[in-house]
């Protein structure tokens, strides 16, 4: 049981926005610790997409955004594409300690 | 371009100790303001961060592992290395190494490509 929450699962058609969730507490996401997200295609290493709750790297596209308010933090994808389809993690910490949720699998319909 | 990559024995028995290097290429594992870390992802979960040692040799420990977990660094070779001793099945996952920094507000930008260890006799 991951100490950050995600949903198991989130699905979209092409085209569509989604969200995916991350859940914490006054001890994490709560304290003010920064957030990020990485997505993880099939067989290959997590990619960072998000970094400090709304930043994207050099290359990330803009489809791509991330928020964070009080303990939870938030994923969207908007404009929806079949490359998307791969597991999110949200990732924060509880002073030096690094935590991972748990992860969401995005299947595009 | 920065890269990191895992190296070790895929299979190591119960009781035994788990050894990995993670190599850097394309960058100092001495410079600039960077943690260098191994994390962990047993098949079809989430992930686990196991701990991190720093450009100063400063290391940090994942509470749940911390009893049995070494990481250490050879900046003389550019690589860092993990120990972790006393295996059972429930450390059967893949090992990844990865930096973090400063610069992207302390996120994991960089990783291996990840290396599969099994425990079992």
């Known amino acids: 049981q991951s100490v950050l929450t995600q949903p198991p699962s989130v699905s979209g058609a092409p085209g569509q926005r989604v969200t995916i969730s991350c859940t914490g507490s006054?001890?994490?996401?709560?304290?003010?610790?920064?957030v990020h997200w990485y997505q993880q295609l099939p067989g290959t290493a997590p990619k960072l997409l998000i970094y400090?709750?709304?930043n994207r790297p050099s290359g990330v596209p803009n489809r791509f955004s991330g928020s964070k308010s009080g303990t939870s933090a938030s994923l969207a994808i908007t404009g929806l594409q079949a490359e998307d389809e791969a597991d999110y993690y949200c990732q924060s910490y509880d002073s030096s300690l690094r935590l991972f949720g748990g992860g969401t699998k995005l299947t595009v319909l | 371009q920065v890269q990191l990559q895992e190296s070790g024995p895929g299979l190591v028995k119960p009781s035994q100790t788990l050894s990995l290097t993670c190599t850097v290429s394309?960058?100092?594992?001495?410079?600039?303001?960077?943690?260098w870390s191994w994390i962990r992802q047993p098949a079809g979960k989430g992930l686990e961060w196991i701990g991190r040692?720093?450009?100063?040799?400063?290391?940090n420990y994942n509470p749940s592992l911390m009893s049995r977990v070494t990481i250490l660094a050879d900046p003389s070779k550019n690589q860092f290395s993990l120990e972790l001793n006393s295996v059972t099945a429930a450390d059967t996952a893949v090992y990844y190494c990865a930096r973090d920094t400063w610069e992207l507000l302390l996120a994991f930008d960089i990783w291996g490509q990840g290396t599969m260890v099994t425990v079992s006799s």
């Open positions: 400090g709750n709304n």
């Open positions: 394309g960058g100092s594992i001495s410079s600039g303001s960077y943690y």
């Open positions: 040692i720093y450009t100063s040799g400063s290391t």
């Open positions: 006054s001890s994490n996401i709560g304290a003010g610790y920064d």
